[in-house]
Nanobody
Framework: QVQLVESGGGLVQPGGSLRLSCAASGSIFSIYAMGWYRQAPGKERELVAAITSGSSTNYADSVSGRFTASRDNAKNTVYLQMNSLKPEDTAVYYC??????????????WGQGTQVTVSS
């Protein structure tokens, strides 16, 4: 069993910052790519940022230059630093990770989601 637990969401004013965290735990052998997705009401889930095991990153155009993904492999944790937040960043943010478990099976896992609301 693997769990991804997110934290750090909340309400912030436009121009503000938030830092999301996502910690993976359980029967983990290794973690490959990790990423953050978001889903706004009435919209499809979209990739926000992805980070490889070697910490190479990729960002959606809408957040490039404002959001930064990072990871601590020793803690099995991925972070998303969000700066210069805009109302259109309002969404539920989900953590995703591709994980090989100790039984040598590889699957994609999701966190439960954390709400980010950008509003004055």
């Amino acid at each position: 069993q693997v769990q991804l637990v997110e934290s750090g969401g909340g309400l912030v004013q436009p121009g503000g910052s938030l830092r999301l965290s996502c910690a993976a735990s359980g029967s983990i052998f290794s973690i490959y790519a990790m990423g953050w997705y978001r889903q706004a009401p009435g919209k499809e889930r979209e990739l926000v940022a992805a980070i490889t095991s070697g910490s190479s990153t990729n960002y959606a155009d809408s957040v490039s230059g404002r959001f930064t993904a990072s990871r601590d492999n020793a803690k099995n944790t991925v972070y998303l630093q969000m700066n210069s937040l805009k109302p259109e960043d309002t969404a539920v943010y989900y953590c995703n990770a591709r994980i090989r478990t100790i039984d040598m099976r590889t699957n994609d896992y999701w966190g439960q989601g954390t709400q980010v609301t950008v509003s004055s």
